[in-house]
C-alpha cells in the first residue's frame, strides 16, 4: 500500500507577547502536527537584554536529555544556539551563529531540521547563516519525541527576556529557502489594521470585492438602503474602500488597535454610509436571487450596522489577538443572533454578485480577506 505525506502546520501564537525570564507558554504534543520524520518551527523575536547564562527560545521535549527541536540563546552575547536529539548524542547541533543578537530589534528566525537529508538549518531574516550536517548517514538519526513544545523557560533554564511577534509556526515539514523566504516576508510586511484604518473586503472565494453601484433596495418611500455587493477582482477606490468603526454608541479611539472577537463597524468612504443588516420581516426584505438577509449600506447610524470580527485559524475555530491587514475573518451580524456576512458566485442582472447574511460561518462563502488600502 503507498504511504503518503500530509503537511500540516499550526499557528502557536497569533498575537504579540512579552516574555520574562520565568515566563513559559506550554503547547501539548496532542496540540501539535504530527511529525514523522521532519520539521520546521519560524518566529519573530526581539531581545531587550542579554544574560550571563544560557536562555531558551524554545524546547520540545519531556525532560532534559529529549531536546528535539531546540533553540538557545548563548551567554553574554546572545549568538543562536540550535540544538537536536540523535540517537548517539542527547545534545547535538551548532554550537554559536553569527556574532549575536542586537537589543531592541526584530530578527525573523527559521529552524529546520529533517532526519532523511540528514541536517539542520538556521535562517536569519530570510538568510541562511549556518547548517549542522549528520555525518554518519547510515547509522545516525535524528530522534523525535512526543514531549510539550516549551516557549521560553525551559526546565532549569531561564527564558529569554524579550518580545515575540505574532504567527510563531510550526510544520511537519522541512520548508525549503523560497518557503523560508515566503514565511519571512508574509511576516515581516504584515501591518495592524486600527480604528480609522481604510480597507476592503475581499471574499475568499471569488476574490471580488464588497462594494456597492449605489442601487437602492425597495424598502419603500422612506428608504435609504443601497445594496451591497461584491463586484470585481480589482480595487474600485471609488466603491471598494471601507473605514474601520467602533460600535454604535461605543467611543474609540482612532489609531487604537482593532481586538479580535470584538463589535466593530464599518464605514463607506465615498458615501458615508454604514455597512448595514436587518431581519427579513417575515421574508419580505430578503435578497432578490437566494432570499436571504439582505446586506445594505444605510446613512441613519443603529445598532442594526454592528458585526461581531473573528479570524479564522488553521488549528483552532477561531483566533485570539488583533487585526492584521491580510487576515481571514467572518463578521457576524448582531442583532440578527450572528448571521455570517456571505456571498457566493450567483450573479445579478448587472453581472455583480449578491451578499447576504447567511449560516454560521463555518462555511468558506464566508471567508472574507481584510486589507489595508494605503
Known amino acids: 500500500m503507498p504511504k503518503f505525506s500530509v503537511r500540516e502546520w499550526a499557528e502557536l501564537i497569533s498575537e504579540p507577547i512579552s516574555m520574562e525570564e520565568q515566563d513559559q507558554r506550554v503547547i501539548e504534543h496532542a496540540h501539535l502536527p504530527a511529525v514523522n520524520d521532519k520539521l520546521s518551527i519560524t518566529l519573530r523575536l526581539k531581545i531587550h537584554k542579554h544574560y550571563p547564562d544560557w536562555t531558551a527560545i524554545f524546547y520540545k ?43 531592541n530589534k526584530w530578527y525573523h528566525i527559521a529552524y529546520t531540521l529533517s532526519d532523511p537529508e540528514k541536517r539542520l538549518d538556521i535562517y536569519v531574516d530570510g538568510e541562511w547563516i549556518g547548517f549542522y550536517g549528520i555525518m554518519s548517514v547510515k547509522d545516525q538519526k535524528v530522534v523525535f519525541n512526543d514531549g510539550p513544545l516549551l516557549i521560553g523557560r525551559a526546565y532549569n533554564y531561564h527564558g529569554f527576556s524579550g518580545e515575540i511577534s505574532s504567527n510563531v509556526r510550526y510544520f511537519n515539514w522541512r520548508l525549503s529557502v523560497e518557503e523560508v523566504m515566503e514565511d519571512f516576508f508574509n511576516e515581516s510586511q504584515k501591518k495592524p489594521i486600527v480604528f480609522g484604518s481604510k480597507i476592503a473586503l475581499i471574499h475568499v472565494s471569488t476574490e471580488k470585492y464588497l462594494s456597492t453601484k449605489g442601487i ?63 431581519d427579513t420581516n417575515n421574508h419580505e426584505r430578503v435578497t432578490p436571487i ?57 450573479l445579478l442582472g448587472d453581472e455583480s454578485q449578491e451578499v447576504s447574511c447567511y449560516g454560521d460561518g463555518s462555511e468558506k462563502n464566508n471567508k472574507w480577506r481584510i486589507e489595508l488600502i494605503n
Open 61 to 103: 521535549g519531556a525532560d532534559s536529555l529529549a531536546r528535539t527541536p531546540s533553540l538557545w540563546l548563548t551567554k553574554n552575547k546572545s549568538t543562536l544556539f540550535p540544538r537536536f536529539t540523535g540517537n548517539w548524542d542527547h545534545n547535538v547541533g551548532i554550537n554559536s551563529l553569527g556574532n549575536g543578537f542586537s537589543l
Open 290 to 346: 437566494s432570499k436571504q438577509q439582505q446586506v445594505t449600506m444605510c446613512s441613519d447610524r443603529s445598532f442594526d450596522d454592528d458585526w461581531l470580527i473573528r479570524r479564522y485559524n488553521l488549528t483552532t475555530s477561531y483566533d485570539t489577538g488583533h487585526l492584521m491587514s491580510g487576515d481571514i475573518i467572518g463578521l457576524f451580524h448582531i442583532n440578527t443572533n450572528k448571521s455570517a456576512l456571505y456571498s457566493h458566485a450567483v
Open 216 to 278: 437602492k433596495y425597495d424598502l419603500g418611500s422612506q428608504n435609504k438602503q443601497y445594496m451591497v455587493i461584491c463586484n470585481g477582482q480589482e480595487i474600485d477606490l471609488k466603491n471598494d474602500v471601507w473605514i474601520v468603526i467602533g460600535a454604535n454608541d461605543k467611543g474609540i479611539n482612532e489609531g487604537d488597535l482593532v481586538s479580535l472577537n470584538n463589535i466593530i463597524g464599518f464605514k463607506h468612504q465615498a458615501t458615508g454610509c454604514y455597512l448595514h443588516s436587518h
